[in-house]
């Protein structure tokens, strides 16, 4: 960043900065732009309001990579700054209001297949409804597992790339800490695009239940026809799946 950005630098006050995100959405709108604003976020000083909100934000909190930039990442998503924002496998894109509008780019590394199949291993039985799981009402130990820092499904420092066409020379701008809240907004009401993002797909969680079910039922299915097989050799009488036994026999005719 040249000494001349500093010295042309217009401070802009934070309403100044809400009015001019809303006139520039109204305006791109206008337009034909297809934009998906973060305009709603969570109260009492918390961004996000949903358990998959709230822990991304959590897990992006611990990133001590992070913590000098965040802060100013909250008070652009608060102030509607982040005036468009996109998540697709892998990426994440968005528009963030500051002294001018910047396009970014944030790149998330897929989960790895190791760690996605030791993670459902470990959840295996365990998760009988996708409903509940999007909306964080798991058991502690289940949600604990897929939001674990190390081995869940939140990303690390070393997977996440962001590039943004702003001055600023810093390792994460505040543009790209504002997009990275506002991903917490957008799972508040969409927390299967953290899948998506990912590059998972959330229902093999519970198809790996399902697929355990039938193999469950073919075996005990086999355990019958073994124990029938085996009655019949012995004493050489066959059984009837139908249990004809108790059908009443019919007597003898007198001749």
């Known amino acids: ?67 000098y930039r965040l802060p100013r990442g909250r008070s652009y998503v608060r102030h509607h700054a982040v005036i468009d924002l996109k998540i697709q496998a892998h990426t994440i894109t968005a528009l963030v209001n500051g002294s001018e509008l910047y396009k970014l780019t944030i790149t998330i590394a897929p989960l790895s297949g190791a760690k996605w199949t030791a993670l459902k291993t470990r959840c295996q039985g365990q998760i009988g409804s996708l409903i509940e799981l999007l909306q964080g009402k798991l058991s502690d130990q289940i949600m604990s597992l897929v939001t674990d820092s190390g081995n869940g499904l939140f990303p ?16 994460m701008c505040k543009h790209v800490a504002a ?28 198809t790996l239940d399902s697929d355990l079910s039938v193999l469950t039922k073919a075996s005990s299915r086999r355990r019958r026809t073994l124990k029938s097989d085996s009655l019949n050799a012995v004493f050489g009488i066959e059984l009837d799946d139908n249990d004809s036994s108790d059908q009443a026999a019919t007597p003898p005719t007198n001749t």
């Open 156 to 171: 690390q420092a070393d997977e996440i790339c962001f590039n943004c066409d702003c001055p600023d020379w810093a390792n």
């Open 179 to 206: 997009a990275l809240y506002g991903v917490a907004v957008r799972l508040d009401h969409s927390p299967e695009l953290l899948f998506t993002l990912r590059g998972i797909d959330h229902t093999e969680l519970i």
């Open 1 to 67: 960043m040249s000494w001349n950005h500093y010295n042309n630098f217009k401070y802009v006050s934070v309403t100044e900065r809400k009015q001019q995100a809303l006139k520039k959405i109204k305006a791109l709108q206008q337009s034909g732009e297809q934009l998906e604003p973060i305009t709603t976020v969570g109260t009492r000083g918390l961004i996000a309001k949903s358990f998959w909100g709230k822990a991304w934000c959590t897990h992006l909190e611990a990133l001590s990579d992070y913590a």
